[in-house]
């Protein structure tokens, strides 16, 4: 199970690594529409690692409460199909009633820190674990 979890966390870290260079991003003096793009992208990998950690059949009380909001999950599947998945209109339902949703960021931060706390604790000595923290301090020396 171990080995899986590594995996699972090799996508979340990819995901990580997009939410990077959105937060950088949102520091420069004017807004470009690829940080929209890049957090865009960030929030639709972080479905990839939900899909795994259902497939895998993990559990975890944090992250499990916070999929429990069904109706939050099934708004960011779509998301990341209207993504990742052609699109006629750009600006279609599954697009628009993710970021529409007033609820929808702030239910993502918490998804993916409960995916962080999760990958510390079942991974705490695996090689991942430094890029991780290498990651955070970039973002907290550019504040």
Do not use: C
Not at 19 to 24: A, D, E, K, L, V
Not at 68 to 75: F, T, Y
Not at 113 to 138: I, M
Request: charged share 20%.
């Amino acid at each position: 199970m171990k080995s899986q979890i590594s995996s699972l966390y090799g996508h979340w870290l990819i995901a990580e690594s997009i939410s990077f260079h959105w937060q950088n991003s949102l520091k420069a003096s004017s807004f470009h529409l690829s940080t929209e793009h890049s957090r865009q992208v960030w929030q639709s990998l972080l479905y990839v690692v939900v899909e795994g950690y259902i497939d895998l059949g993990v559990r975890n009380d944090e992250i499990d409460a916070v999929l429990g909001n069904a109706v939050e999950l099934q708004k960011l599947r779509r998301f990341r199909n209207a993504t990742f998945h052609y699109q006629e209109d750009p600006f279609s339902a599954k697009y628009l009633d993710f970021k529409s949703d007033p609820n929808g960021e702030l239910w993502v931060l918490k998804l993916n820190a409960a995916f962080r706390s999760f990958f510390e604790r079942e991974l705490p000595d695996h090689h991942f674990t430094e890029y991780v923290s290498q990651l955070s301090q970039a973002k907290n020396a550019g504040e």
